[in-house]
């Protein structure tokens, strides 16, 4: 082999470089990186939606060992333990031999809601001979995504007796699918010529449920009542029970690879089911002298509010009850805590690479990212974590022999985004955000690589370890 120049090495030495993880890897690893996605697949498409993610999650957790918390028990080093906040934000943790009050809590914190159509409380009607459901979209949608593809729904009934009922239809394959209509190209010229934030207005998105009338000339609204009847038989509700209930549309895609290759998945929910699923293989696998823990939050794509988002003060009194169960003072828990916000970033698509700035976009295939800060308009909205964090962090994937990259959200004009990382570095806790770079986010069908999900496993398993 030709020796390298002295600039070559240099270059070695001092210049960084992001690693395509797939170019690096050998057919074991790719294997190993292939496998893993095989359990991220089956994942997705038994947990579309929070409760579903919190679910999945604890039949995960009790297979390992972990029991369900009641606040206020004792707990000792070893207990393995989730604590289930409504049945949609879980907290799944294991009791350190650490001094909690030397080494703090290691966090993986990331969120199980992902951007969807809601029922509106009164959403039955029928028109022109179809029966729909009205919807308010849940996060930020593209609306015009949102028509034209085949949807499921998925929820919970509270009824009037106190009884609750789970909802889930067009899963199955023998199961109808819901859908919401498009206009015909031939009569679109005047909605081709609106922009593509109004081309599909919030009202126009009542999601198509039916359309044969029931059998009695004396009724009016026959596809209507034909339509609460099925429901009625089928889940014992009536039209009044939508008020008490959570019931949302999903795509009814299923996750597949994509690619002849194979080497990504599409499907609906990466953010943040692809940062969760590691979340919670990595707590569940690695051993760790320290106390750790994964959060999977709810309500991060509506701003992280309410009894199951991270701004509740829930975060708090679980690292209080952790803490002062182990005899430690809980503020100086925190301040020796540390976290990584589990979240997704936009991949560079050489499609729209307009919108993106390459030196400091996350690049597909190329690991798990980093972002020292999101925000938007000058890092408004950003807990932009240390230099010396992250450079604490960067040793630890070091050390683990962990492919990772660099990366914000696209310009610094063109937009942005947060993460639950604000939430978690009010608490004085340091954290910074890593994840899975994805294609296409918030789209119906969403695209990750699966070399960047498994280096998010790595990487969590290094910072937890
Ligand atoms: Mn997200
Ligand atoms: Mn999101």
């Known amino acids: 082999m030709e020796e390298k120049s002295k600039g070559q090495n240099l270059s070695e030495q001092l210049t960084y470089k992001k690693t395509n993880v797939y170019e690096k890897a050998d057919e074991a690893r790719i294997e190993q990186i292939y496998r893993y996605a095989e359990g991220y697949k089956s994942f997705l498409d038994a947990a579309k939606t929070e409760r579903e993610a919190v679910y999945r999650a604890i039949v995960m957790a009790e297979a390992a060992g972990y029991t369900a918390y009641e606040m206020g028990e004792e707990l000792h080093p070893g207990d393995l333990r989730y604590y289930n906040n409504r049945n ?153 029970d939508f008020i008490s209930a959570e019931i949302s549309a999903v795509p009814a895609f299923r996750a597949r690879d994509i690619g002849f290759d194979r080497a990504m998945i599409g499907a609906y929910g990466h953010d943040d089911r692809v940062c969760s699923y590691p979340a919670i293989t990595a707590i569940l696998e690695t051993p760790s002298r320290h106390t750790v823990m994964a959060i999977l939050a709810d309500k991060e794509e509506i701003g992280s509010m309410g009894v199951t988002g991270m701004q509740n003060c829930l975060l708090k009194d679980m690292i209080d009850l952790v803490a002062t169960a182990r005899g430690a003072n809980p503020a100086i828990v925190r301040a020796r805590s540390i976290c990584l916000s589990a979240d997704v970033n936009a991949a560079y698509d050489p499609n729209f690479s307009e919108a993106y700035e390459r030196r400091n976009s996350a690049m597909i295939s190329c690991g798990t990212t980093m972002s020292k800060f999101t925000g938007s308009r000058g890092k408004s909205g950003t807990s932009d974590a240390s230099a010396e964090f992250v450079g604490r962090v960067r040793c630890m994937f070091a050390e683990n022999g962990v492919i990772w990259q660099t990366s914000e959200l696209g310009k610094v004009d063109v937009g942005g985004g947060g993460t639950v990382a604000q939430y978690l570095a009010n608490m004085n806790i340091d954290t910074v955000d890593l994840g899975v770079p994805v294609i296409s986010m918030h789209a119906p069908y969403e695209v990750v690589s699966k070399a960047d999900l498994y280096t998010t496993h790595e990487a969590f398993c290094a910072f937890i370890k």
């Open 88 to 240: 949609k934000n879980l907290f799944i943790f294991r009791m350190g031999e650490e001094d909690l009050e030397k080494e703090g809590i290691r966090i993986l914190a990331a969120h199980i809601d992902s951007p969807r159509l809601d029922l509106k409380q009164n959403p039955l009607y029928e028109d022109s001979g179809m029966g729909f459901l009205k919807t308010h979209y849940y996060g930020g949608i593209k609306k015009y995504q949102w028509t034209a593809i085949p949807l499921a729904l998925h929820g919970v009934v509270a009824k009037a007796d106190g009884t609750t009922v789970d909802v889930v239809v067009g899963e199955d394959e023998s199961d109808p699918v819901f859908y919401v209509n498009d206009l015909l190209p031939h009569l679109a010229q005047d909605q081709m010529a609106r922009t593509m934030a109004t081309a599909i207005p919030g009202e126009s998105l009542n999601i198509l449920v039916g359309g044969l009338p029931f059998a009695d000339e004396k009724v009016e609204k026959k596809i209507k009542l034909n339509i609460l009847n099925i429901l009625n038989e089928k889940y014992g509700i009536t039209e009044e």
